[in-house]
């Protein structure tokens, strides 16, 4: 069989995976595009210029996952520090703890209840729905009207931009309830930080002779793929059909920066969540490396608002009429003969980076075996 000739759209961990997998097992040569000047995706990580300090640039991001394969394959390309991420939430001047648990439940009603009593007491204030239609119903299903005004609803309209009834339920599934004091933010087997950051161990991902790395290259309609054999594109789905069907919703994050001396607010991430406070949380990096040691610190403000043309999307709204639209495009991406999407924005769909990473991992081992 001839060399294979293959672009790949995007140098986050999606277009990594699939590029560092055909590398190894396909007589072939890759082309990596990214519109951005570097490498990693929203999981790009440098150390900031000021303090020393490794700075996730597009927000933090915690690596967990139960996933014993996807935790083995990461840990090739570098090495892992332990790290447990604990929240803190801010509510009417006070600070709780989140995920929502004991020392939560306990705190906010002032209380003393045993883990049964917390569990009988929260499950006689829930709100009985079969069938949760939207976020806010499933919310009041979990925790409560009470909790839920004081810790999701909030925080949740500055976060998406809506009222959260106009989200979908499977948006809050994900979060943990807790009745013992167990204030671990996740919950996975395999958790940590990378020790040089992410886009260390992508560029490790990369690094192959039959791998280019083409940055400040924008992927459009006007590109010329006649001379590649295919094409696995992780970009967003509507862009890659110039938006024939109008831009699907997603939510998009600024960034205050900041320096200070010493700890800024003695913890990773600080939730705000009164709706009459501007920003969402406020992220402190020195503490996502508690093995380094910095005079200074750097924290950054983050204000969520609507994706617009020049910005960076991040979460995919998901609303009734961009799930119609998501259906248009992939009857679109159905037609496509040479081109695979796969990642967050070509699937539009909420994936942490684990999820990601085994999406990749299984569509590469599927091509490797039919081209071979």
Known sequence: MRSQNYLIIGAGFSGAVIAEQLSKNIDCSITVLDERNHIGGNCHTERDGATGIMVHTYGPHIFNTDNKEVWDYINRFGNFKNYTHR??????????????????????FGKNFTPAEAEAFIASRVVKIAEPANFEEQAMTMIGADLYKAFMYGYTKKQWGCEPKELPASIIKRLPLRFNYNDSYYHGQFFGIPEEGYSAIIEKMLTHDNIEIRLNTRFNSAFDTGAYDHIFYTGPIDAYFDYCYGRLGYRTVTFDRNEAEGDFQGASQINYCDEDVSHTRVVEYKHFTPWEEHDQTVYFKEYSKETGDDDVPY??????????????????????????????????????????????????????????
């Open 315 to 372: 979460y995919p709204k998901r609303l009734t009429a961009d799930m119609d639209k998501l259906s248009l495009y992939q009857a679109q991406v159905a037609q496509l003969d040479k081109v695979t999407f796969l990642g967050r924005l070509a699937t539009y769909r909420y994936m942490d980076m684990h999820h990601v990473i085994a999406e990749a991992l299984q569509l590469a081992a599927k091509f490797i075996e039919k081209h071979k």
């Open 87 to 108: 929240v803190k939430a801010i509510y009417q001047d006070k600070v709780y703890t989140l995920p929502i648990n004991l020392h939560t439940i306990n705190q906010f």
